[in-house]
């Protein structure tokens, strides 16, 4: 069993930073990949950004190429999130997932309980 806690978020003016933080339980960190998502009010939960085990590849979504940046410590058993350049189309609540050793990302096999980020104009 893999707990997640998010931490990070909150209100933040168009254009500037936040960073996400996602703490995981466990002595297996290294073992899981690891992702962000996030979902609007209203609209469907979204892919961000995803990690692996390594840290030695990533994943990032068009809509936040170039702003935000995913990375991990696996030594803290903590990924992050890097969101510079904030637009108010970034509101969501954000979501750490874990992965073991390489799972599909349509069904993560562990989500965090999520941070909200607003971003106002």
């Known amino acids: 069993q893999v707990q997640l806690v998010e931490s990070g978020g909150g209100l933040v003016q168009a254009g500037g930073s936040l960073r996400l933080s996602c703490a995981a339980s466990?002595?297996?960190?290294?073992?899981?990949?690891m992702g962000w998502f996030r979902q609007a009010l209203g609209k469907e939960r979204e892919f961000v950004a995803t990690?692996?085990?390594?840290?030695?590849?990533?994943n990032v979504a068009d809509s936040v190429k170039g702003r935000f940046t995913i990375s991990r410590d696996n030594a803290k058993n903590t990924v992050y999130l890097q969101m510079n350049s904030l637009k108010p189309e970034d509101t969501a609540v954000y979501y750490c997932?874990?992965?073991?050793?390489?799972?599909?990302?349509?069904?993560?096999?562990?989500w965090g309980q999520g941070t909200q980020v607003t971003v106002s104009s």
């Open positions: 997932a874990a992965n073991y050793m390489g799972g599909s990302w349509v069904r993560p096999d562990y």
């Open positions: 466990g002595r297996t960190f290294s073992r899981y990949d």
């Open positions: 990690i692996s085990r390594s840290g030695g590849s990533t």
